[in-house]
């Protein structure tokens, strides 16, 4: 018998509540209301999200986010800014200690992106995961040269012929690990590259260069375009392939939604939250 898994599609939702049912599945599984979860979503505006420990007002221009009428908050989780539009949202809510788990945090991406990998494999991709091999690849993963964060793979980045196509991040809090991340079906990069902040024309102009050679949407490699719907399938099949669980899909209870929405107004919703230095 397959262990069982929660499966919640919450659909397109404001960037606070994205983030505020993230954490509270945190809570839930340490509270042992809830067993491991994969959470699939959109984002409703389109969202450009930044790391926990991002420098917003320096690196982002508010005014380039505004007027394309994004939403912005700030994830829990690491790592650079995402812009949000036609993906896929993955989040995988798990405790350090269940039997699947590494110890170490590299290791344990690597376990829970296995479902992202199936998944690629199945709409015919050719996906490996990345590795840095060399003293200067680590280093670069340490110093990150942008704000952006498809510019650059990670440990065990998901690759598709030596490009990105997935990004990740992770936390852990009181013997939970939350991974989540960005499925992207079609980038719209002159839009990503005009949210941020650069020392001249030039510099962006290079780094959008650069990133053309390192990142990758689905569309891009298949040549044409992945309805969401399909994308779920794929995915959650993923999922329950390189996890070897079986997911349940589960609606959340009015007294759940509504954990929800407070947090989201009192934490994620906030300028403390979301512009804190």
């Not at 599984?29 to 505006?45: C, D, Q, S, T």
């Not at 829970?112 to 200067?136: H, K, N, V």
Request: charged residues 30%.
């Amino acid at each position: 018998m397959k262990e069982k898994w929660y499966f919640i599609d919450s659909g397109d939702k404001n960037p606070y509540y994205n983030m505020a049912l993230d954490e509270k599945l945190m809570d839930w599984h340490r509270e042992g209301k809830i067993p491991p979860a994969v959470r699939f979503y959109g984002w409703n505006p389109a969202t450009l999200s930044v790391g926990y420990f991002q420098k917003a007002k320096k690196e982002i221009d508010m005014d380039a986010v505004n007027r394309h009428g994004l939403g912005f908050v700030r994830r829990p989780t690491g790592g650079r800014a995402v812009l949000h539009e036609d993906e896929l949202t993955y989040s995988v809510i798990v405790s350090e200690d269940h039997p699947q788990m590494p110890d170490t945090v590299t290791e344990a991406y690597r376990v829970i992106s296995q479902g992202l990998l199936e998944g690629f494999l199945e709409l015919g991709l050719d996906a490996g995961f990345s590795i840095p091999r060399t003293e200067e690849e680590r280093n670069n993963l340490k110093n990150p040269r942008s704000a952006v964060c498809f510019d650059a793979s990670s440990w065990y980045e998901l690759v598709v012929e030596g490009r990105k196509i997935a990004g990740s991040a992770q936390t852990r809090q009181k013997g939970v690990i939350l991974q989540h991340g960005s499925i992207i079906l079609s980038l719209n990069e002159d839009k990503l590259f005009d949210v941020f902040n650069y020392p001249n024309d030039r510099v962006r102009e290079r780094m959008q260069r650069s990133f053309k050679n390192k990142a990758v949407a689905i569309e891009e490699l298949l040549g044409k375009k992945v309805p969401v719907e399909k994308a779920k399938k794929v995915f959650k099949e993923g999922f329950e392939k390189g996890l070897n669980v079986r997911l349940e899909h589960i609606v959340l209870s009015d007294e759940q939604e509504k954990e929800v929405q407070v947090l989201a107004y009192r934490k994620y919703g906030t300028d403390d939250w979301n512009y804190k230095s």
